[in-house]
């Protein structure tokens, strides 16, 4: 499923520097996966070790021509676009939430069963558990590997198409007020719990603080599995 660079620009609402034509059907956060350039949008993310905004030269030489920028990070990393004459930049507060958003609206296109699956260990087991067990007779998109972080489930749920039977994606959080955007991208309509352990539990008040937070994943589910102890 593919997108026109215009239409991106309007769900994510982004600021538009260039006018080339482009067909995005890859999320891109990572230079080194790079597969498809000339349909990939790059997300250009900062975190306090690396700035995605350093591997925009390196990307457009090797093919990629359309990238989501940080607006106050624009000038300092590219002081000018001559050299990148053909090339789309949607210019936003936050690389971050606009990959969220976009990754939202693209969820929004799918009335199809969500399984959601969080906890504090065994989410990536039960979800290839589930996999195997439905893959016969249907048409599945799981989270590849153990993408559940606020980077790794829009990219998985990027991956619905005009296939997809059943999609089944992890949730992971280390922290208050995660889930929420987790939530909101994948939208599952049966959540499962899978355990409640000590991980992470240093940036939680109480125990019962991090359930409440991860319980935040089913609030709009039609139904929930849970351990019953």
Request: proline share 5%; net charge negative.
């Amino acid at each position: 499923m593919k997108y026109s660079i215009e239409k991106v620009t309007t769900l994510i609402g982004a600021r538009r520097i260039g006018e080339a034509d482009a067909q995005i059907g890859w999320l891109l956060t990572d230079s080194r996966s790079l597969c498809f350039p000339e349909e990939t949008l790059f997300f250009a993310l900062r975190s306090s070790r690396n700035d995605g905004h350093r591997y925009i030269a390196d990307l457009y030489r090797r093919g990629v021509r359309n990238f989501v920028v940080e607006s106050k990070s624009l000038t300092t990393h590219l002081p000018s676009l001559d050299s990148y004459q053909d090339a789309n930049f949607l210019i936003v507060p936050s690389p971050l939430a606009a990959l969220q958003r976009l990754a939202e609206r693209h969820r929004d296109e799918f009335d199809v069963p969500i399984v959601g699956i969080t906890g504090s260990n065994g989410k990536t087991m039960v979800k290839e558990w589930l996999y195997q067990l439905l893959l016969p007779s249907q048409k599945i998109v799981r989270s590849p590997r153990s993408y559940n972080s606020q980077i790794g489930v829009p990219l998985s749920v990027w991956l619905l198409n005009e296939q997809t039977e059943v999609g089944i994606f992890e949730a992971g959080i280390s922290q208050p007020g995660e889930m929420f955007a987790l939530r909101d991208i994948i939208q599952p309509t049966i959540g499962v719990l899978t355990t409640l352990g000590p991980a992470h539990q240093e940036n939680f008040r109480s125990m019962e603080e991090k359930c409440m937070e991860k319980l935040e994943l089913m609030h709009d589910t039609e139904a929930m599995v849970y351990c019953s102890d």
